[in-house]
């Protein structure tokens, strides 16, 4: 028989054995839960990275989609179909104006909302920033054409805050060079997508294009556009020297005066309409 003094060092001992065990359970169940928080912070972190990579991956760079149908959603099916139809036959800046015209007969109403042709604006703002980002500058240049007859178009027609229609401005942009062509989205846009871009490109100094088709500069592009002349009459043709100017008279001479004319009439309007207010 077991003596009451051994029976109570047996108890104390397993006593104690306990304690040892649930220490040592309570460190395991702490390390486990801490492993767990870790990893779980590590998913968030790594849920929060993922998200971040996604917005930057498919940033819409300020497009906001109109629903399948509306009538923005018509007007760019039929630009777009009129624009590929000619391409395949002319030149870019032939199917662009092709384009355009058609959505002026099909849908006037778009182009004289400014809330529409904002949407508009903003589509051909994201497919041209895309391009850039994908290095396809081809089309980059081509969709920012695009841009450029679209704006002239509602300066000229609907805004009527100018004379004429600097269509010029169409045929330089297809052979920018990629300084002016990311400047051009990147200011457009309301995100910081380009700026990475950007800094790549800013030390390119910027080319413009001589009107003259016999200007003996290779692809008539000038290294310096600051440093082109411009016809004085109409505002409209640059050239890369007085020579090339004078070559082009000729054939400019009656493009020259009916420009002249549109801006004369068009400050002789604005005149009258300040002097009525």
């Avoid at 002016?180 to 989205?185: A, D, E, H, M, N």
């Avoid at 070559?247 to 493009?255: L, R, T």
């Amino acid at each position: 028989m077991v003596s009451k003094k051994k029976a109570r060092g047996k108890a104390r001992k397993a006593a104690k054995a306990k304690k040892e065990d649930d220490v040592d359970n309570d460190s395991s169940m702490a390390t486990a839960a801490a492993q767990q928080r870790e990893q779980e912070g590590s998913l968030e972190l790594q849920m929060q990275r993922l998200s971040i990579d996604t917005r930057s991956r498919f940033c819409m760079h300020g497009f906001v989609p109109f629903p399948e149908g509306h009538i923005c959603d018509r007007f760019l099916h039929l630009y777009l179909g009129t624009y590929d139809a000619n391409a395949s036959s002319s030149e870019p800046p032939t199917a662009i104006f092709a384009a355009m015209k058609a959505v002026e007969i099909k849908y006037p109403e778009v182009l004289c909302d400014s809330s529409k042709t904002k949407q508009i604006l903003s589509y051909f703002l994201m497919e041209g920033t895309h391009h850039i980002l994908n290095g396809d500058k081809k089309f980059a240049r081509s969709t920012a054409a695009r841009i450029i007859l679209l704006e002239e178009f509602i300066a000229y027609k609907v805004l009527k805050t100018q004379g004429v229609m600097h269509v010029q401005k169409v045929i330089e942009m297809m052979g920018t060079d990629d300084h002016t062509l990311v400047s051009f989205f990147r200011k457009r846009i309301t995100c910081s997508c380009l700026d990475k871009k950007y800094r790549e490109v800013k030390s390119i100094k910027k080319i413009g294009v001589c009107n003259n088709e016999k200007c003996p500069l290779p692809g008539r592009l000038v290294e310096r556009r600051s440093k082109m002349l411009c016809c004085t009459r109409c505002s409209n043709q640059f050239y890369c020297s007085r020579d090339c100017q004078e070559a082009h008279w000729p054939k400019h001479k009656k493009f020259c005066k009916e420009m002249a004319e549109e801006n004369a009439k068009f400050e002789q309007e604005m005149r009258i309409r300040d002097n009525s207010n």
